[in-house]
């Protein structure tokens, strides 16, 4: 008889994002003539830039003639994007990374999902708490669970580490050792950074306790302050230890084309010294079948000159919008952080509200719609999250809605 995969009857609640979605659907049928912003879901909405859009379309046009024409792509990526990698975000920040450790995939979402799947089942996880819901419900997914504990609400083996106020929400290297850290600076939802030498406190934590650090750096491209590492292989023995996963989404506007890609070095082995790399290959070339030549073809172009210098215009364009929220906000008194480095503003709810009645609030009275903290972890409530993907325009206007609340 059939059965439903047990695993994935624990998950709790449903995805964040379609509660929203639900909430923001109601509100509208029920108030058609309301104009809601949306500064909640992290999606861009700059289009893609010239230099891409050439790129596409030359790809495109290759396919038309039986000399150029691509089938099946290699499941690891095309050698031209994975040398522009190595080249652009790890040789030229002086970090030791090889072509064959760059494996292309369709984006971070699905990697920072999928690579749990080459670790034990009994393997315990650490996330930051505040949390990119994907890294728990993945795990929960393929059962690494242990026991429900009902006090906490949550899974024995998932081990949620607290970013507070207090620690400038950066987390604290956690007392029961996980096996399994899922790292992501800059922060979403939360925008904080670490420096180099925090980083490097977990790298060495990593090394000595035989853990593996996800370090997702979906947000490397919003750094702007000089002490922040791009990467986490500019922390001596990260080689050892670290998975490093990127994305073209955030900072090449590719949330619709779709594009990442992940590392994982050959240095990284498990206990019996079995190649986690390796694992990955064998894994990728089963389940995956290549990211689109024509959309590798855009990836290239984003290194190129040209395509540089558009996507630093894009970042631009939405740390405007992130300053302007971060400055609009504080002067209308409220307390917020994030901005600097990443596209996300987190602010704390006025007067005691939870997370989820100041998302009714500000949905209700200025129909403006953000995401509440709370959906990101026990220590996100409290707080909420904005982003800067908005237009200036809109996000302009937001400001001016908060100001005459
Ligand atoms: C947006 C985001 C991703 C997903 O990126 P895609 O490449 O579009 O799948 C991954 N990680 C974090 C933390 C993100 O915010």
Request: include cysteine; charge should be negative; charged fraction near 20%.
């Amino acid at each position: 008889m059939l059965k439903a995969n047990p695993n994935y009857l624990n998950l709790r609640g449903s995805y964040l994002f379609s509660t929203i979605g639900k909430k923001v659907a109601a509100y509208t049928q029920a108030n058609p003539d309301k104009q809601i912003i949306r500064l909640g879901i992290g999606d861009v909405t700059q289009p893609l830039t010239p230099t891409i859009i050439k790129a596409l379309h030359d790809a495109v046009d290759e396919q038309a003639h039986a000399e150029t024409f691509r089938g099946y792509t290699p499941d690891l990526g095309y050698d031209f994007l994975r040398n522009a990698i190595v080249k652009n975000d790890y040789e030229a920040r002086g970090c030791e990374v090889y072509a064959d450790e760059v494996f292309v995939s369709d984006g971070a979402k699905s990697d920072s999902g999928n690579i749990q799947e080459i670790f034990a089942p009994e393997c315990r996880i650490a996330v930051c708490d505040p949390v990119y819901p994907v890294y728990v419900d993945t795990n929960v997914m393929a059962g690494r669970t242990g026991e429900f504990i009902e006090a906490k609400g949550q899974w024995s083996n998932v081990i949620y580490m607290p970013c507070t106020a207090a620690t400038g929400f950066a987390p604290e290297l956690p007392a029961e050792v996980p096996d399994i850290i899922y790292l992501c600076f800059p922060n979403n939802p939360t925008g904080s950074t670490v420096t180099k030498s925090e980083l490097q406190k977990w790298v060495d934590y990593a090394n000595e306790k035989h853990s593996v650090i996800i370090y997702d750096a979906a947000y490397e491209a919003y750094i702007s302050e000089d002490d922040v590492p791009h990467s986490i292989y500019e922390c001596e023995g990260a080689r050892t230890c670290a998975i490093e996963i990127h994305s073209f989404s955030k900072n090449a506007g590719f949330t619709g084309v779709r594009l990442g890609y992940t590392v994982v070095p050959k240095d990284l082995k498990d206990v019996d010294g079995n190649s986690i790399r390796d694992l990955w290959a064998r894994r990728h070339g089963t389940k995956f079948n290549g990211a689109p030549y024509i959309i590798q073809r855009a990836g290239e172009a984003v290194y190129s000159e040209a395509g540089q210098k558009e996507i630093k215009g894009l970042v631009s364009y939405y740390m405007e919008n992130a300053k302007m929220i971060r400055e609009g906000l504080a002067a209308a008194g409220y307390t917020v952080s994030g901005g600097v480095n990443a596209p996300y503003i987190w602010l704390k709810t006025p007067d005691k509200m939870t997370s989820w009645e100041f998302f009714d609030y500000l949905l209700e009275n200025v129909n403006i719609v953000g995401t509440p903290g709370s959906g990101f972890g026990p220590s996100g409530e409290g707080y909420f999250r904005l982003t800067a993907f908005g237009t200036h325009e809109n996000t302009k206007a937001a400001i001016e809605r908060f100001k005459n609340l």
